[in-house]
Nanobody, 125 residues
């Protein structure tokens, strides 16, 4: 399984950015894909996740209402559209896929099986 994240960059506060994560080699019949982020000097934290079958979405309270996770089944790609960005959103964003996790564990990094490399998002004030 390979996950390729892209789309990071620099944006001013209040701006928007969309990052993508393309998956290949997936063999799970059902799975979740998630986004996590890690800011300098801080621990990795959950951002959002989506259940591939059905499309149920889950968000951290800090991004709910500002970020939207979506998927393109045909392209095996998950997106994270980030609006109203704040300087505290600055972090390396990483995507992950979990084939055996249960819904109650979507926010737990240890529940995911594969990780992509991160993409840096920098929000300036």
């Amino acid at each position: 399984v390979q996950l390729q994240a892209s789309g990071g960059g620099s944006v001013q506060a209040g701006g928007s950015l969309r990052i993508s994560c393309a998956a290949s080699g997936l063999t799970f019949s059902r799975y979740f894909m998630g986004w996590f982020r890690q800011a300098p000097g801080k621990e990795r934290e959950f951002v959002a996740a989506i259940k591939w079958r059905g499309g149920s979405t889950f968000y951290a309270s800090s991004v709910k209402g500002r970020f939207t996770i979506s998927r393109d089944n045909a392209k095996d790609t998950v997106y994270l559209k980030m609006n109203s960005l704040k300087p505290e959103d600055t972090a390396v964003y990483s995507c992950a896929v979990g084939g055996s996790l249960i819904q109650s564990s979507v926010a737990s990094a240890s529940a995911y099986d594969y990780w992509g490399q991160g993409t840096l998002v920098t929000v300036s004030s």
